[in-house]
């Protein structure tokens, strides 16, 4: 990891809100038939450029190292991408990857994916490259249009946007309510590289009886991204 950047804080405008809306809508949609491994990998050797993204509401500090900073205490760090990027794991918690055509899928999860098929608490990122190939949009445009459609459709509980560098981060959490099941609270971040034509999309969610707790852990692991640029 090369190319030491200074450190600088982007402090969260007065543009964060709470929201309510009483809809409905499929969990975990990906419009354009865009699924977890529908994309494939094409990682190019260019020097690293790390960008930390330190996401509190948004609040966010840019950092580059040449190495992994330390992680907090409980948490180690996964290298993901060949070394280019990184996430944070708890202590105690699973990891998982899969690669497809473009898109890569990582996850971060209390439950054991490999043991049980699926996870009920836990991180999702979808690397999806070529966005606009697939959909004719921007990464950003791409990720504004999945955020209105969940304000539609969905009970809503904060949304947020923020510039960082060459990214643009959209924030938005809501509940999911299916008849039969246990309500959910989902928190997505769509990290837009419209320079690349990337999007990160992370997904963060927990039943809602056990959200104070977990959102502890994934508000952690929110805090602490580490994402290259030139992806």
Same mark, same amino acid.
């Not at 948004?58 to 409980?74: K, R, V």
């Not at 459609?149 to 009970?155: D, F, L, S, V, Y």
């Given at each position: 990891m090369k190319n030491v950047l200074t450190s600088r804080s982007?402090? @969260?405008?007065? %543009?964060?809100? !709470? !929201?309510?809306?009483?809809?409905?809508? #499929?969990?975990?949609? @990906?419009?354009?038939?865009?699924?977890?491994?529908?994309? &494939?990998l094409h990682v190019q050797q260019k020097m690293i450029r790390l960008l930390s993204i330190i996401l509190t509401l @948004?609040?966010? #500090?840019?950092?580059? %190292?040449?190495?992994? #900073?330390?992680? #907090?205490? /409980?948490y180690s760090w996964k290298p993901i991408l060949e070394g280019q990027s990184a996430l944070l794991i708890p202590e105690g918690w699973h990891f998982k990857s899969q690669h497809g055509k473009s898109t890569d899928g990582f996850f971060v999860s209390k439950e054991d994916i490999e043991k049980e098929g699926k996870? &009920?608490? /836990?991180? %999702? @990122?979808?690397?999806?490259?070529? !966005? +606009?190939k697939s959909t004719q949009y921007t990464p950003t445009q791409y990720s504004i249009g999945m955020? %209105?459609?969940?304000? +539609?459709?969905?009970? !809503?509980l904060l949304v947020d946007s923020k510039d960082a560098g060459p990214f643009k981060a959209i924030t938005i959490r809501y509940r999911d309510v299916k008849q039969g099941l246990p309500d959910v609270v989902i928190h997505n971040l769509f990290i837009a590289n419209d320079q690349t034509g990337t999007l990160w999309f992370y997904m963060f969610e927990s039943p809602e009886r056990e959200w104070e707790s977990a959102w502890k852990i994934g508000d952690t692991i929110l805090s602490h991204l580490l994402i290259e640029t030139e992806i």
């Open positions: 982007i402090q @969260l405008g007065p %543009s964060a809100r !709470v !929201v309510a809306a009483a809809k409905t809508y #499929p969990h975990n949609f @990906l419009h354009d038939g865009f699924t977890a491994l529908a994309y &494939d @948004l609040a966010i #500090p840019l950092l580059a %190292s040449t190495e992994l #900073p330390t992680p #907090p205490d /409980g996870f &009920d608490t /836990g991180l %999702s @990122l979808n690397l999806i490259r070529d !966005v +606009k955020m %209105s459609q969940i304000e +539609k459709e969905k009970e !809503v």
